[in-house]
């Protein structure tokens, strides 16, 4: 593996790699459902094609059951590599709408809702959850992922942990690790140093 970035800092270093094997979000506990329609693809959590045909379908499908739901737009930009987001891409080309992500008022009105309620507050955290969501995804699909790896001055692996998704996040996170290493080491030697002395 090759790093993305190296960190030498008393004694230790910190490598930080991009995690060749992430575990794919939409398999976590997600609040919306991401429908997909692709060709070559298979994205999201449900195939639009084989659970409503086309997206016109799904409009009406939506239109009876997804009242007060929240629903965003997906467009997907394929070249050399695909990525994804919620507002349209600039090149016609090579990009165009490709699903939804929604969830349902009830879901609304579970996480966010005040008092039972679905309020202009909950919507708008739901919406806010959704791009993050989506987001989460990108990063995935753009292999947007890492992980870091510790070694002390013997190149003995002292910490290593794996999917952070972005690359500021990644950091963020591997230098706290990083920070804290330094700081044990440190203690242990003023340890080794008293034992001595007594």
């Known amino acids: 593996m090759v790093s993305e970035e190296t960190i030498a800092k008393s004694n230790l270093t910190l490598e930080l790699y991009r995690d060749n094997n992430p575990s794919n979000p939409r398999d976590w506990d997600n609040v919306g459902t991401m ?9 999201g959590d449900v195939n639009g094609k084989k659970a409503y045909g086309d997206p016109s379908k799904f409009d009406v499908w939506w239109k009876t059951n997804g009242k007060g739901g929240v629903i965003l737009s997906l467009y997907l930009y394929d070249h050399s590599g695909i990525t994804m987001r919620t507002q349209p ?3 016609p080309w090579d990009s165009g709408q490709v699903g939804y992500i929604y969830t349902t008022k009830e879901t609304v009105i579970k996480e966010w809702g005040k008092n039972g309620k679905f309020t202009h507050s909950s919507k708008a955290k739901a919406l806010k959850y959704l791009e993050a969501e989506v987001k989460t995804y990108d990063q995935y699909l753009c292999g947007d992922v890492y992980g870091y790896v510790i070694e002390d001055s013997q190149s003995q692996r002292i910490d290593s942990c794996w999917g952070f998704y972005g690359l500021d996040y ?4 591997a230098q706290t690790q990083l920070d804290y290493w330094i700081a044990e080491y ?13």
Do not use: G, P
């Not at 429908?35 to 994205?43: I, K, S």
């Not at 440190?186 to 007594?198: G, L, P």
């Open 89 to 91: 891409f600039s090149c």
């Open 186 to 198: 440190a203690r242990r030697e003023i340890e080794a140093q008293r034992d001595n002395v007594y």
């Open 35 to 43: 429908v997909c329609w692709h060709t070559r693809y298979n994205l």
């Open 170 to 173: 990644a950091k963020q996170e």
